[in-house]
C-alpha cells in the first residue's frame, strides 16, 4: 500500500511518483506546468499567494492575464499530470499541495533538520539519505532555486555535523567519515572543516590536522579570496 497518493523527489534528482509509479514529468509535461510544479514545491507546504505565484510565473503580463495563465494551467497541473483534482487546493487565495495527498522529500528534509540535536540517529541517518544532492527545480527562476538549496543545503549542514559530533568521542573515524562526506556538499562549512581537524588530533595523525588546514586555507582562498575565520 502506498502512503500517498503522489511522492515527488527533488534532491539529486527531479522525480514524481502516482500511487508509487514512477511518472516522466520532465518530457510529458508541458514547460508551464513542470515550472509551476516547481515553484509550489519551492514554496513549501502552506504554498504561496496566487497573485505571488502568478507574478513569479508570467512577470511580464498584467495581474489579471497572469492570474487567468495560472488558472490554466492549474487545471492542466491537476487533472493532465496528477490526474486527480484535490491534490493542489486553492483556498483563501493561496495555491499549495494538498498535504494529504503530496508528499515532497526537501519538505520531508527541511522538518527533519528543525531542533536536528534533538532527534535522534535513526533519524538523522533517514534524513541524510534524503539527501542526494541540490534541489533540481524545472524552470524555476535560478537565483530564487539557489535561494531555495542555500536553505537546503544549511539543513543538510547541521544534520551531518549533528550526527558526526555525536560519534567523535567514541568512534572518530565515522565522525571523521561523515565529516568528509559533508564537506563534498558544504566544502566551506567552518563546522565541518572543525571536525576534520579535530578527528584527526584525536588519531593521532598530526600531520593530516596541518595538511587539511592547508586544503581549508586554499579553499578558503581561491572562493572567497580570505583566510578562514
Known amino acids: 500500500h502506498w502512503p500517498w497518493y503522489a511522492r515527488i523527489n527533488v534532491l539529486g534528482e527531479f522525480s514524481l511518483?502516482?500511487?508509487?509509479?514512477?511518472?516522466?514529468?520532465?518530457?510529458?509535461?508541458?514547460?508551464?506546468?513542470?515550472?509551476?510544479?516547481?515553484?509550489?514545491?519551492?514554496?513549501?507546504?502552506n504554498g504561496m499567494a496566487q497573485e505571488t505565484l502568478a507574478a513569479s510565473l508570467w512577470p511580464d503580463s498584467e495581474t489579471d492575464k497572469a492570474l487567468n495563465s495560472l488558472y490554466v494551467t492549474l487545471h492542466r497541473l491537476r487533472n493532465n499530470?496528477?490526474?486527480e483534482t484535490t491534490t493542489i487546493v486553492n483556498e483563501e487565495g493561496r495555491v499549495r499541495f494538498n498535504p494529504q495527498l503530496v508528499e515532497v522529500d526537501a519538505w520531508e528534509f527541511l522538518e527533519l533538520s528543525q531542533k536536528a540535536k534533538a532527534r535522534s540517529t535513526i533519524v538523522l541517518k533517514h534524513a541524510l539519505r534524503l539527501y542526494q544532492g541540490p534541489a533540481q527545480l524545472p524552470g524555476m527562476d535560478e537565483v530564487e532555486a539557489d535561494i531555495w538549496r542555500l536553505k537546503l543545503t544549511s539543513a543538510y549542514e547541521t544534520i551531518i555535523a549533528t550526527l558526526a559530533n555525536r560519534f567523535e568521542k567514541n568512534s572518530p573515524k565515522d565522525s571523521l567519515a561523515l565529516y568528509q562526506q559533508g564537506l563534498e556538499q558544504c566544502?566551506?562549512?567552518?563546522?565541518?572543516?572543525?571536525?576534520?581537524?579535530?578527528?584527526?588530533?584525536?588519531?593521532g595523525n598530526q600531520h593530516l590536522v596541518h595538511e587539511n588546514y592547508r586544503l581549508l586555507s586554499k579553499r578558503f582562498d581561491n572562493e572567497l579570496s580570505m583566510a578562514p575565520p
Open 17 to 45: 511518483r502516482l500511487r508509487g509509479q514512477q511518472e516522466s514529468v520532465l518530457s510529458g509535461g508541458k514547460q508551464g506546468t513542470n515550472k509551476l510544479l516547481s515553484y509550489l514545491i519551492a514554496a513549501g507546504p
Open 81 to 83: 499530470l496528477f490526474s
Open 187 to 203: 566544502p566551506l562549512s567552518i563546522a565541518l572543516w572543525c571536525g576534520v581537524l579535530r578527528c584527526h588530533a584525536d588519531l
